[in-house]
């Protein structure tokens, strides 16, 4: 029974948080008994450590998780990393850096064993952090995206869809890093908007002395590259020069006008330049008319043979000479500033260039079609409902995917190049030789896979497909999914297409789309900023509870999480009270000679009569029926993933009731030595239902407290994590307790306002008196002795009107005057004259709402009637008001 007098999370969380994973009580079976709730994490990067965002996330998985596991699911939290393609070969090529070793210089397979060196070194940063911070993973489970099996689901994956005509190798404008050296996806260039030019060159008309065509350009550079100039068929100013061609300036080359949809009349002068290299539209442009592509551009953005007199040059640099040049040549006709939008490498910040290229893609639209119906028909349902619309959107114009990555960390592509007839064999395994010309050892493609080609097969790859396990065939489709929406396209959607092309069913039911984690001035936190909150500093200072605590009060669905040191200090204060909760139970345990117990069943405990009076202690009543209405709330909240309601309502019941109220009127009658008393069994009963509807939110605390409670003896479970959670049960409610002892707190607090607003010292005992014309006075009788004691007031009932009196507190129910000292009657005067202030202006609106006849005949009879019986209270206590004054 001994307890520490001050709480220290540190002492204790990595000793439950060790426990949990040697006991194995996370740990999942498909044979166990109970409804199926699975879920897979969103995979984090294996370059990184957690930040607060994966906190935020990780603890909204493990409330859901632990719920379910304690209704008595059959429950698996499966995690793992993400090989994370781009980011560890930039991290790895960094550290290297720093040796001075250059990744080309090392060649592919050192290279590669130096990142697997590097895994094996970091890569368990992040189960580390997670064990720490309490998820109830099923570690055992465990997954890396380059695992054999993983790896072997990707091989499988792809020649299934290559089979299918659904992966094709094709010439296409990618989105190119100079820097990384590799296509990047859309989704990896991040745009901004930046302060550029626009400049309009001239093109002299051949054989039309005189006659010109202007073009605007925000890259002047890639006029070198030029293969026609584009006018619109409509657009009759340039009806005469159909079959015309131009001059290109710089280049002395000849190119044609062609006539497209692309140049729009109504835009500038209705004129384009194409230059199919080096631009998307007139890459497509290009194909719609046979044009010739000149690349001027190569991959490290320097300017190619092709470029003539600019061969060499960095494409900046070449921008700057190639306007100087065609300002001295007179073919600049002018330059506006312009506001364009830049995309650049997500990961380097290096401007991207589009480049044509030879790729693997993956035709999307009828992965899509299927994907998007799954949404339509309800099959997946998201939540917040609005995320819906966002992923119809993408999905809708959803462009094929390009998934092949010129990078050496990674899936490498299945497939082979024949060196001699140059056939491309898609294989499961290395063939031996070329099954067209016979020749022998055909060479891998040196590309690896877009890293979201293998996390979008997680739900199904983790589970032992393209095996039919028994994991598969009990966890799959999981239940839900809880992840950021800057993931949406990457990978969410990738995981609904990929799930019910090879699973025949969608990866999961549920998608629960958290918000992000912001400062106190509501600023996204970033490292540039200097805001950022690191998960296992604030735990360590706060204790992983108290962090937990604080982020759930935010989580409300669709909106961000202001995180602020005061919340997590709150929370650690919140820790904090029932941790005095329970130490002052212990000691009165000891003084009462109570050994550690608790109820045989705990799901059904009804609190007992005391022994003398055979009747059940009106609070003891109470504090079941308050316990039973924060179980259907705390459950409710948790369903509908209303986190921030969980935790205000757990806040509101453990802090307000549970100590404020319940363990007060208590206190009143511990007695020494008194032994196991049903008073003794129904506190202890309650406080272990308690801690039991805290525990997903506040694992460690409870399971510490739990533990000491003595909760776990002979028979029961052996971690309170796997203890059932209390739930609703109707008998437990009790409207009479609950008006009782709302009627004595009503009293206290009022007593309590009273003194407070007099500024008089708590210590001091105060006289009053409680006037009443009904049964409140009855009940308020009762429990004389509590009002006394906990509003430190000796009080007087009396059944009459209240007589005028300064220091005064009314309701409809009663009135409670206190005898304050002479020097108080000026504060209280001026007190209720605010008082009635706000009366009288209640009474007005009452009135108000009362005579306008569209309000009442369209609001309910109830509401009607109840800002009525409102109105009548209202003016009982302003005459009560006047009198006093
Ligand atoms: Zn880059
Ligand atoms: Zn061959």
Same mark, same amino acid.
């Given at each position: 029974?001994?307890?520490?007098?001050?709480?220290?999370?540190?002492?204790?969380?990595?000793?439950?948080?060790?426990?949990?994973?040697?006991?194995?009580?996370?740990?999942?079976?498909?044979?166990?008994?109970?409804?199926?709730?699975?879920?897979?994490?969103?995979?984090?990067?294996?370059?990184?450590?957690?930040?607060?965002?994966?906190?935020?996330?990780?603890?909204?998985?493990?409330?859901?998780?632990?719920?379910?596991?304690?209704?008595?699911?059959?429950?698996?939290?499966?995690?793992?990393?993400?090989?994370?393609?781009?980011?560890?070969?930039?991290?790895?090529?960094?550290?290297?850096?720093?040796?001075?070793?250059?990744?080309?210089?090392?060649?592919?397979?050192?290279?590669?064993?130096?990142? +697997?060196?590097?895994?094996?070194?970091?890569?368990?940063?992040?189960?580390?952090?997670?064990?720490?911070?309490?998820?109830?993973?099923?570690?055992?489970?465990?997954?890396?995206?380059?695992?054999?099996?993983?790896?072997?689901?990707?091989?499988?994956?792809?020649?299934?869809?290559?089979?299918?005509?659904?992966?094709?190798?094709?010439?296409?404008?990618?989105?190119?890093?100079?820097?990384?050296?590799?296509?990047?996806?859309?989704?990896?260039?991040?745009?901004?908007?930046?302060?550029?030019?626009?400049?309009?060159?001239?093109?002299?008309?051949?054989?039309?002395?005189?006659?010109?065509?202007?073009?605007?350009?925000?890259?002047?550079?890639?006029?070198?590259?030029?293969?026609?100039?584009?006018?619109?068929?409509?657009?009759?100013?340039?009806?005469?020069?159909?079959?015309?061609?131009?001059?290109?300036?710089?280049?002395?080359?000849?190119?044609?006008?062609?006539?497209?949809?692309?140049?729009?009349?109504?835009?500038?002068?209705?004129?384009?330049?194409?230059?199919?290299?080096?631009?998307?539209?007139?890459?497509?442009?290009?194909?719609?008319?046979?044009?010739?592509?000149?690349?001027?551009?190569?991959?490290?953005?320097?300017?190619?043979?092709?470029?003539?007199?600019?061969?060499?040059?960095?494409?900046?640099?070449?921008?700057?000479?190639?306007?100087?040049?065609?300002?001295?040549?007179?073919?600049?006709?002018?330059?506006?500033?312009?506001?364009?939008?830049?995309?650049?490498?997500?990961?380097?910040?290096?401007?991207?260039?589009?480049?044509?290229?030879?790729?693997?893609?993956?035709?999307?639209?009828?992965?899509?079609?299927?994907?998007?119906?799954?949404?339509?028909?309800?099959?997946?349902?998201?939540?917040?409902?609005?995320?819906?619309?966002?992923?119809?959107?993408?999905?809708?114009?959803?462009?094929?995917?390009?998934?092949?990555?010129?990078?050496?960390?990674?899936?490498?592509?299945?497939?082979?190049?024949?060196?001699?007839?140059?056939?491309?064999?898609?294989?499961?395994?290395?063939?031996?030789?070329?099954?067209?010309?016979?020749?022998?050892?055909?060479?891998?493609?040196?590309?690896?896979?877009?890293?979201?080609?293998?996390?979008?097969?997680?739900?199904?790859?983790?589970?032992?497909?393209?095996?039919?396990?028994?994991?598969?065939?009990?966890?799959?489709?999981?239940?839900?999914?809880?992840?950021?929406?800057?993931?949406?396209?990457?990978?969410?959607?990738?995981?609904?297409?990929?799930?019910?092309?090879?699973?025949?069913?969608?990866?999961?039911?549920?998608?629960?789309?958290?918000?992000?984690?912001?400062?106190?001035?509501?600023?996204?936190?970033?490292?540039?900023?200097?805001?950022?909150?690191?998960?296992?500093?604030?735990?360590?200072?706060?204790?992983?509870?108290?962090?937990?605590?604080?982020?759930?009060?935010?989580?409300?669905?669709?909106?961000?999480?202001?995180?602020?040191?005061?919340?997590?200090?709150?929370?650690?204060?919140?820790?904090?009270?029932? +941790?005095?909760?329970?130490?002052?139970?212990?000691?009165?345990?000891?003084?009462?000679?109570?050994?550690?117990?608790?109820?045989?069943?705990?799901?059904?405990?009804?609190?007992?009569?005391?022994?003398?009076?055979?009747?059940?202690?009106?609070?003891?009543?109470?504090?079941?029926?308050?316990?039973?209405?924060?179980?259907?709330?705390?459950?409710?909240?948790?369903?509908?993933?209303?986190?921030?309601?969980?935790?205000?309502?757990?806040?509101?019941?453990?802090?307000?009731?549970?100590?404020?109220?319940?363990?007060?009127?208590?206190?009143?009658?511990?007695?020494?030595?008194?032994?196991?008393?049903?008073?003794?069994?129904?506190?202890?009963?309650?406080?272990?239902?308690?801690?039991?509807?805290?525990?997903?939110?506040?694992?460690?605390?409870?399971?510490?407290? +739990?533990?000491?409670?003595?909760?776990?003896?002979?028979?029961?479970?052996?971690?309170?994590?796997?203890?059932?959670?209390?739930?609703?049960?109707?008998?437990?409610?009790?409207?009479?307790?609950?008006?009782?002892?709302?009627?004595?707190?009503?009293?206290?607090?009022?007593?309590?306002?009273?003194?407070?607003?007099?500024?008089?010292?708590?210590?001091?005992?105060?006289?009053?008196?409680?006037?009443?014309?009904?049964?409140?006075?009855?009940?308020?009788?009762?429990?004389?002795?509590?009002?006394?004691?906990?509003?430190?007031?000796?009080?007087?009932?009396?059944?009459?009107?209240?007589?005028?009196?300064?220091?005064?507190?009314?309701?409809?129910?009663?009135?409670?005057?206190?005898?304050?000292?002479?020097?108080?009657?000026?504060?209280?005067?001026?007190?209720?004259?605010?008082?009635?202030?706000?009366?009288?202006?209640?009474?007005?609106?009452?009135?108000?709402?009362?005579?306008?006849?569209?309000?009442?005949?369209?609001?309910?009879?109830?509401?009607?009637?109840?800002?009525?019986?409102?109105?009548?209270?209202?003016?009982?206590?302003?005459?009560?008001?006047?009198?006093?004054?």
């Amino acid at each position: 029974m001994q307890i520490e007098k001050v709480y220290e999370p540190q002492r204790f969380e990595p000793h439950w948080a060790q426990w949990w994973i040697d006991s194995g009580i996370f740990r999942a079976s498909s044979k166990a008994p109970g409804k199926v709730f699975s879920l897979v994490i969103p995979p984090p990067n294996v370059t990184g450590s957690l930040h607060i965002g994966h906190m935020l996330e990780h603890t909204e998985i493990d409330v859901t998780v632990r719920w379910h596991r304690m209704l008595g699911d059959n429950t698996l939290w499966l995690p793992g990393t993400d090989h994370a393609g781009i980011a560890t070969q930039m991290v790895v090529e960094r550290k290297l850096a720093e040796e001075g070793i250059k990744r080309r210089d090392l060649g592919r397979e050192e290279f590669e064993k130096r990142v +697997w060196e590097w895994k094996a070194e970091y890569g368990d940063n992040i189960k580390r952090q997670m064990v720490r911070l309490g998820a109830s993973c099923d570690w055992s489970r465990e997954r890396f995206t380059l695992d054999p099996g993983l790896s072997r689901a990707v091989r499988e994956v792809f020649v299934r869809l290559y089979e299918k005509g659904l992966i094709y190798r094709g010439e296409y404008m990618v989105n190119w890093c100079p820097r990384c050296h590799t296509a990047l996806s859309d989704l990896e260039v991040a745009h901004s908007d930046v302060a550029g030019h626009l400049w309009h060159i001239r093109y002299a008309v051949k054989d039309m002395p005189g006659r010109y065509l202007t073009v605007a350009t925000t890259r002047p550079e890639t006029m070198l590259g030029d293969t026609a100039v584009a006018v619109n068929p409509k657009d009759e100013r340039y009806a005469d020069l159909h079959r015309a061609s131009v001059q290109l300036p710089l280049m002395d080359r000849e190119i044609p006008v062609i006539l497209d949809e692309l140049a729009d009349p109504k835009f500038g002068t209705g004129v384009v330049k194409v230059t199919p290299s080096h631009d998307l539209n007139d890459f497509e442009a290009g194909r719609r008319h046979n044009l010739p592509k000149i690349q001027v551009i190569d991959e490290n953005g320097i300017m190619t043979a092709a470029a003539g007199p600019y061969a060499g040059l960095d494409r900046f640099e070449a921008r700057k000479r190639v306007v100087a040049d065609l300002e001295a040549s007179g073919s600049l006709v002018k330059i506006e500033d312009y506001a364009l939008s830049v995309g650049k490498c997500d990961r380097c910040k290096t401007v991207v260039e589009p480049l044509v290229s030879t790729q693997w893609f993956v035709k999307t639209k009828p992965l899509a079609e299927k994907a998007i119906e799954a949404v339509e028909t309800g099959k997946i349902e998201f939540i917040p409902a609005n995320w819906s619309k966002t992923y119809f959107e993408w999905m809708y114009n959803i462009r094929d995917w390009c998934i092949s990555r010129q990078l050496w960390w990674g899936h490498r592509i299945p497939a082979w190049h024949c060196r001699e007839c140059r056939e491309i064999i898609v294989a499961r395994e290395a063939p031996e030789r070329c099954p067209r010309c016979g020749s022998e050892a055909p060479v891998q493609d040196t590309d690896v896979l877009d890293t979201w080609f293998s996390s979008g097969l997680w739900p199904f790859s983790t589970l032992g497909w393209p095996d039919q396990t028994e994991d598969l065939s009990t966890y799959y489709p999981t239940s839900l999914l809880i992840t950021g929406f800057d993931i949406l396209f990457f990978w969410v959607a990738r995981m609904a297409m990929l799930g019910i092309e090879f699973m025949g069913d969608v990866p999961f039911r549920q998608v629960y789309i958290h918000g992000l984690v912001r400062d106190a001035d509501r600023q996204k936190m970033s490292k540039t900023k200097g805001n950022v909150v690191d998960p296992l500093v604030v735990t360590e200072k706060y204790g992983t509870d108290a962090v937990r605590m604080a982020l759930l009060q935010g989580a409300a669905p669709g909106t961000d999480i202001v995180l602020t040191e005061e919340r997590m200090e709150s929370s650690r204060a919140f820790a904090n009270k029932i +941790w005095n909760a329970a130490r002052f139970l212990f000691m009165n345990m000891e003084r009462s000679g109570v050994e550690p117990w608790v109820p045989d069943r705990l799901e059904d405990y009804h609190p007992q009569p005391d022994t003398v009076t055979l009747e059940v202690p009106i609070e003891d009543r109470w504090i079941f029926s308050r316990l039973n209405s924060c179980a259907e709330q705390v459950n409710r909240a948790i369903e509908t993933y209303r986190y921030h309601e969980a935790a205000q309502v757990l806040w509101q019941f453990f802090w307000h009731e549970f100590c404020d109220w319940y363990l007060e009127l208590k206190k009143l009658d511990f007695k020494e030595n008194s032994g196991l008393t049903p008073g003794w069994r129904n506190i202890l009963a309650a406080f272990e239902t308690a801690l039991r509807l805290l525990h997903p939110a506040m694992p460690f605390l409870t399971e510490e407290l +739990w533990q000491r409670l003595g909760a776990q003896a002979a028979g029961r479970p052996l971690s309170i994590a796997i203890a059932s959670f209390p739930k609703y049960r109707q008998e437990s409610t009790d409207f009479a307790a609950e008006r009782e002892i709302g009627l004595v707190q009503e009293i206290v607090t009022m007593a309590r306002t009273l003194r407070v607003e007099a500024k008089l010292d708590p210590k001091q005992q105060l006289e009053g008196t409680l006037y009443s014309r009904n049964d409140a006075l009855e009940v308020a009788k009762r429990h004389a002795t509590a009002i006394q004691k906990l509003a430190n007031v000796k009080l007087e009932f009396k059944s009459e009107a209240a007589p005028k009196s300064s220091a005064m507190r009314s309701t409809a129910q009663f009135d409670l005057a206190l005898q304050l000292p002479k020097t108080q009657e000026d504060a209280q005067r001026k007190r209720m004259e605010k008082e009635r202030e706000q009366l009288v202006k209640n009474i007005a609106n009452s009135e108000r709402q009362l005579a306008d006849e569209a309000f009442t005949s369209k609001a309910p009879a109830k509401v009607v009637d109840m800002i009525r019986t409102k109105m009548e209270d209202y003016k009982a206590q302003l005459r009560k008001i006047d009198d006093a004054l």
